[in-house]
């Protein structure tokens, strides 16, 4: 496997992952509670221009997929962090899939080792998350990391059918 930052080139099959996973997420258990709307294409997009789109790829093929920023996304200032950080000093983890056939393989524990190396790479303090508090898998995912818990808050992202998130943080 390995983990590369995404150019337009793999715009089709990064966003056809997403699309995948959720089509899965919907026949079985929507954990991170994704919609149509997103991730999706025009995300991938997005993400991709923004030079913040990631991808894990096994013989060239997409896998697995990561946001990678500094923007929180919201209102991380409400967080119970173990060590105060601003804005630009930690990396935050976004949209993290992985290949429904592919599930159980160690993808996952694969991209958040590569998005550690990279956070260190570029100097952060930390990585910090927020996950929907019954999204299980990931939960159990970045508990294996190493990551804590930092609360569960309200970020005022508006999402009504997402009132609150769980926080969780890894500092180097």
């Not at 995912?141 to 609360?151: D, H, R, V």
């Not at 009504?160 to 969780?168: A, G, R, S």
């Amino acid at each position: 496997m390995e983990f590369i930052k995404c150019t337009m080139r793999h715009l089709e099959p990064a966003a056809r992952l997403y699309a995948d996973t959720l089509s899965y997420l919907e026949a079985t258990v929507n954990y991170p509670r994704w919609t149509k709307d997103y991730p999706s294409e025009a995300s991938v997009r997005e993400a991709i221009e923004r030079g913040e789109q990631y991808a894990c790829l096994e013989d060239g093929r997409v896998i697995g997929a990561v946001v990678l920023n500094d923007d929180p996304r919201g209102d991380y200032g409400a967080g119970e962090w173990s060590r105060t950080l601003c804005e630009g000093e930690y990396l935050v983890i976004h949209t993290l899939a992985v290949d429904p056939s592919k599930k159980g393989r160690g993808v996952g524990g694969f991209i958040v080792d590569r998005c550690i190396e990279h956070a260190k790479k570029e100097g952060y303090a930390a990585i910090r998350i927020d996950v929907v508090p019954d999204n299980y898998p990931a939960l159990a995912l970045y508990k294996k990391k190493g990551f804590t818990f930092a609360g569960e808050r309200d970020l005022k992202r508006n999402i009504d059918f997402i009132p609150t998130f769980v926080l969780y943080e890894l500092n180097f």
